[in-house]
């Protein structure tokens, strides 16, 4: 029986993964482990019958035995941006050492050459798979539509929307369209280690999104362009720490320099279904849109 391990799984991808593993993808239950850092919160998955595991990539020696029978193992990059290459390089090493048979990783587009200031920590992960000499599989996920919620709502609040994206474009994608490609490359992997970039089916600019926000919402939204150090000072002013809003405003650099409009069509082929629009997304995001 093979057994496929989530890490994270108490995060908003990891149980997405989770649920269409068992629902589109036919997994049973009992070939499903859960894993995270506080098993407590995995009472849920644990009453579908799901194992759940306490998997904390900060501490090394626990990990071989957490990983220990595990035919497909999927890391999902943790959100502690600035130190988590060295946590994540460890359950790369105990995946080795626990004979895993297939590690699958979640990075993002272009992490060799992108403005984005984690874009190297992603590299650095995927390197060290490709040197573990286990087969892989990495999905480079691009921007999720849910975060269009960090900027979207205020935005449309004041009709002003602050940006140094200038024309550049996003892929978006939502949060399920990945999940559910995921799940299918974890349920059916190919023979040979292999790289997805999971996308929407269209790049957009923030002044073409803010003109669909305005549609479905009935605000006007006007886009204002502003350099990269005042968005950083504006982030501050908003309550990001200052130690992590030079990487968040790095988005916007790297969209302009053209890393996140890629569009290929691997999420909808692993996904087996169109993805959502995002004007689709949009609409039924409303309620939330409008605060």
């Given amino acids: 029986m093979t057994k496929i391990l989530i890490t994270g799984a108490s995060g908003h991808l990891g149980k997405l993964v989770i649920e269409h593993l068992l629902q589109s993808q036919h997994v049973a239950a009992s070939e499903i482990v859960a894993g995270s850092r506080k098993p407590e919160a995995l009472t849920e998955l644990a009453a579908k019958g799901i194992e759940t595991r306490r998997v904390d990539f900060t501490d090394p020696a626990s990990l071989p035995a957490a990983f220990a029978g595990i035919d497909r193992l999927l890391i999902i990059s943790t959100d502690a941006i600035g130190s988590r290459v060295e946590p994540q390089k460890a359950a790369i090493a ?93 349920a059916k992997p190919v023979a040979d280690s292999v790289i997805y970039t999971l996308n929407g089916e269209h790049a957009y600019s923030n002044p073409e999104i803010a003109a669909l926000a305005a549609k479905v919402t009935g605000k006007p939204l006007t886009v204002v362009d502003i350099t990269d150090e005042q968005l950083v000072q504006g982030m501050i002013s908003a309550g990001v720490p200052a130690a ?45 849109l409008l605060g």
């Avoid at 590299?123 to 990495?138: C, H, N, P």
């Avoid at 269009?148 to 602050?162: D, K, T, V």
């Avoid at 940006?163 to 559910?180: E, H, L, N």
């Fill in 94 to 186: 105990a995946a080795v050492s626990a004979k895993v048979g297939r590690i699958f990783y979640t990075s993002m587009p272009k992490p060799d050459t992108s403005k984005i200031l984690f874009a190297p920590e992603h590299q650095a992960t995927e390197q060290a798979i490709k040197d573990s000499g286990l087969a892989y599989t990495i999905f480079r996920n691009n921007w999720y539509m849910e975060n269009l919620f960090m900027a979207l709502p205020s935005a449309l609040a004041s009709g002003q929307w602050y940006q140094a994206s200038g024309a550049g474009k996003t892929a978006y994608i939502a949060r399920a369209d990945i999940a559910r490609a995921m799940a299918a490359g974890l």
């Fill in 244 to 288: 992590v809003a030079p990487a968040f405003a790095s988005v916007d650099a790297a969209v302009r320099a053209g890393d996140l409009d890629i569009v290929s069509d691997d999420a909808r082929k692993l996904a087996g279904q169109p993805l959502m629009t995002l004007e689709a997304f949009l609409d039924a995001s409303k309620a939330v």
